[in-house]
């Protein structure tokens, strides 16, 4: 049964021959133009394909090809940067068609014969104390993985499908779930699919993953990267196998390892092909929000050209800190999620009385009598005094207030977008409906 | 100025010699009916005059007489009741009209020449210690004043007038003010009207008040009714000059001394009539819900026929009891009012979701994963999980639920008609308006 389901999900992601011909010959074909313009250039740059391709981890149909420049470390960042640029683009001009992203240094994204292709300027290091820029180790990663990997493809292959199927896959900062990488440490560590499965419980205890032994080979800096990653709150840390200084599962988060704890259980418990391949989750979010009876405050904004990764961790902070205003000022707030470009609050009740009460000190002292003198109406309740004062009833107002009189913890970068957001009630653009269904309905993080 | 003030005021609640001469009159002509009576019955019974027109410190047009009947202490208690109930219907008969009513003992209340007479049996006691039934005391009450009076009794109807302008007269459960006999103690104690207002903050410190030096006299019985006070936490405590176990203030609220506290500090400062004579406080409950944006809750019930001092406390248990079940179902609860026959809960808001989020455990416990089989839907929120659970929305279906289920603390005697009550929202009785006007508004312990 769980072997019969296995084979059928591999039938369907596994790549045949003939797709595996094609790649090769196209990744050859790419290597033969990025080497001619090389050769023009008169540089010294060796040409490294990465990734799930190169490491043959590739999903059936999952086809983007990264195609690094490894120049020598004798050059300066500067000059890789400009001279990288320089060359990606000249490979580029001989693609289809290719435009010019940035992360750290820019580099290029091409199209050829319909396949997505980065050529992505590097260091060619070859070891972690030689890199230099956050891509130099993907080199070093898929160096590691092809020696590794002992005939395992296919688990890994398993593995990324499954965490797809239940959400738990992609390390991207809005994300934070699986990384490509980190599940093939995990099959290579623990041997086999199922038997990554079987972990979710003993890995979260373990709490630490250290396949090639940093911690004896360089105790210091290795427990340097374990004592930050705990005081981070991190659901597990898995050492770089080709560099002690980072965790492997740095952007994993507890709740998408949340998912992967609760779905290893089912399918151990009861194997179905439906975990990899769910049916969709659609959903009407008005309808979610006419069952529940609760409300759903949207604020869309346009965040500066940042990348996400600057960008998303503070909108999340701003969101937090717009939760913990409106819960100071009376509404409660059941949940929040946010993107790029929205924060959702849901929240039980968007309209709150036109008074607010406070509570006043014991009348007979001292705190009673300027308390009495400080307000205009004054009451006793008890031994106490109380006073009301008039206050915006409608949830838009006040936010709008807290927004201007800029009264909330939030990111830098996006405070200024955020502080003209729109803001809007039981309703949110086409764009994001799917999204505000997934918050509202729960089935985000829902693991039952 | 001052003196101006209080002159002013006497002038109106002085009674003219013309009203004194009236007033006596018709105590002597009840006096006679009440002999020929007693002298029939063959009974040795001396008839007394008691409370504020016995005292001379009554306020012109207030003339309630009281008339006791006062048997030798032979007579057993059951006699007492039967032939002090036969007695007094029999004077009953000979006044205008009459009816029975129910004390600790009953009594008869008759009108003669307009005026309401109470006819009322008790022992003929010469002092605490021979105190049997609980009107007996007023005799000795009214004896101290006269003996200690020394011609102050205008100040104690300056001190009356103020007490019920200011809302703080009458020692009724259902209001918890100041007794006229407390009113004379004081002025008795201080010496003045003027002074007793000047030690409003002075007495709440001292605490103790003990006129007839009773902590001296007889120190283990007085700190016996000491301590049991300070346990109670009552504002103030005045040792009753004829009996140390009692607290003349028993029944005297913080809320009743926080509106002599505040307005005694008023007067003092800026004196006026006003304070005597207070415009009514009539006003329209709607437009304060409207005002507010809050919501009544109202409950109306048939209390057992008891009398209030039994039946008040327990409506108060009762609606506190509400208030908190409400409060643990989510409904924020303002304030609260009630009376023998109603509840009053002001509240934020009544709907509220539909649903209901709990909380759960750490997902990667044992406690985790008893919520996960417990539970239907479930999801992740950071390391811990959260289900929700459908709920009643409205607070008419809510309460209706806590009062058929009994989950509230109540008083015995009145939770049989309180589970029945009829539950109004956003309106109440025409016979409540006011009730409710004074309660939303906050004006009946309104100090500024």
């Known amino acids: 049964m769980l072997k019969m389901t296995l084979k059928e999900v591999l039938e369907s992601i596994k790549p045949k021959d003939e797709e595996r011909k094609k790649v090769k010959l196209i990744m050859d074909e790419l290597r033969g133009i990025a080497q001619e313009v090389i050769e023009e250039s008169g540089e010294e740059i060796e040409v490294k394909f990465v990734g799930s391709l190169a490491k043959d981890t590739y999903l059936s149909g999952d086809h983007d090809i990264d195609m690094f420049l490894a120049f020598p470390l004798s050059i300066p960042v500067e000059k890789l940067k400009s001279k990288g640029l320089e060359i990606a683009e000249s490979i580029g001009k001989r693609l ?65 499908r499954f965490l797809k199927g239940i959400n738990a896959y992609g390390s991207e900062v809005y994300r934070r779930g699986f990384s490509g990488y980190l599940a093939e440490i995990l099959v290579i560590k623990f041997g086999s699919f199922l038997k990554v499965l079987e972990k979710a419980d003993f890995m979260l205890r373990q709490k630490i993953i250290d396949p090639e032994n940093w911690l004896k080979r360089e105790p210091e800096i290795a427990m340097k990267t374990v004592k930050r990653e705990i005081e981070e709150d991190k659901p597990i840390i898995v050492i770089d196998p080709v560099d002690p200084r980072r965790n492997v599962a740095a952007n994993l988060s507890w709740e998408r390892y949340g998912l992967f704890y609760f779905k290893a259980r089912e399918f151990l418990t009861k194997p179905s092909t439906e975990l990899f391949f769910p049916r969709d989750k659609k959903g009407n979010y008005l309808e979610v929000l006419r069952r529940k009876g609760t409300h759903l405050v949207t604020l869309t904004f346009e965040p500066p050209n940042l990348v996400d990764d600057i960008i998303i961790p503070q909108v999340e902070r701003t969101a937090k800190g717009l939760a913990r205003q409106l819960e100071l000022e009376g509404f409660r707030v059941l949940g929040i999620d946010y993107g790029r470009d929205f924060i959702f609050l849901e929240v039980e009740e968007i309209e709150r009385p036109r008074i607010k009460i406070k509570k006043g000190p014991l009348y007979f002292t001292h705190h009673g009598l300027r308390f009495f003198d400080k307000n205009d109406i004054v009451w006793i309740e008890g031994k106490e005094l109380a006073s009301e004062k008039s206050s915006l009833g409608f949830i838009v107002d006040v936010l709008e207030d807290i927004l201007r009189k800029g009264q909330f913890s939030a990111g830098k970068n996006v405070k200024d977008a955020i502080v003209g957001a729109n803001i809007i009630i039981d309703f949110v653009p086409k764009a994001l409906a799917q999204e505000a269904y997934l918050f509202l309905s729960r089935e985000k993080f829902r693991v039952k």
């Not at 972690?128 to 891509?135: D, I």
């Open 96 to 160: 289809e068609s290719y435009e010019i992203s940035y992360a750290e240094h820019p580099y290029v994204r091409g199209v050829y014969k319909g396949y997505q292709v980065d050529i992505v300027p590097c260091y060619n290091v070859r070891d972690w104390r030689e890199v230099r820029t956050a891509v130099d180790r993907s080199i070093l990663h898929t160096e590691w993985v092809l020696k590794n990997i002992k005939g395992k493809n296919d688990e890994v292959r398993l593995l990324k």
